[in-house]
């Protein structure tokens, strides 16, 4: 494994343990040359998978490209980021095990919204937003209206309890 740091490819594995759900293998590294440590994580691969865009461009697949569009949506909402890593490795492997080593970007995108749109309502319409390029309000509440209305939790959670309490607003 090259180093980040040097590029010395001569780096040693420290530590080796599974991930929490033991999808991958997550090795803790050192580089002799300039002492850098560094984290790495080893999955199983099924197949090299090819996205072909709607340009008609072929891209190989990239894992980490989609965890990225997946956190954006993400960001700030109150979702546990091993949900969000099992989000990502079972649509990996969705896509793996459907038999074919070419996907449209459209399946690839769909599939994310359907995940974000079990996981978290907001981070679904985030994507959706960028995905389907919503050009007017009316596109956000054509999607709103798709969504399955949710029964409301009578008890806060602990980010709004803690955000109250820190604001002040708790007397």
Do not use: H, W
């Amino acid at each position: 494994m090259r180093c980040p740091y040097c590029g010395s490819l001569d780096t040693q594995v420290k530590d080796s343990r599974p991930t929490e759900d033991s999808a991958a293998i997550r090795r803790r590294r050192i580089c002799p040359d300039c002492g850098g440590r560094f984290t790495t994580f080893e999955r199983v691969q099924l197949r090299e998978l090819t996205v072909l865009k709607r340009s008609g461009r072929r891209v190989p697949f990239d894992r980490d490209k989609l965890a990225r569009s997946i956190e954006v949506a993400l960001r700030k909402r109150p979702v546990d980021p091993e949900r969000v890593e099992r989000l990502v490795s079972g649509l990996v492997r969705r896509l793996e095990s459907m038999g074919e080593s070419e996907i449209n970007s459209e399946m690839i995108g769909e599939r994310v919204m359907e995940s974000l749109k079990q996981l978290d309502d907001v981070a679904y319409v985030r994507f959706a937003s960028v995905y389907r390029n919503f050009r007017e309000a009316k596109d956000f509440e054509t999607l709103l209206g798709e969504l399955e209305p949710r029964p409301v939790d009578t008890e806060p959670d602990e980010e709004t309890v803690r955000r109250v309490r820190d604001a002040g607003l708790d007397d």
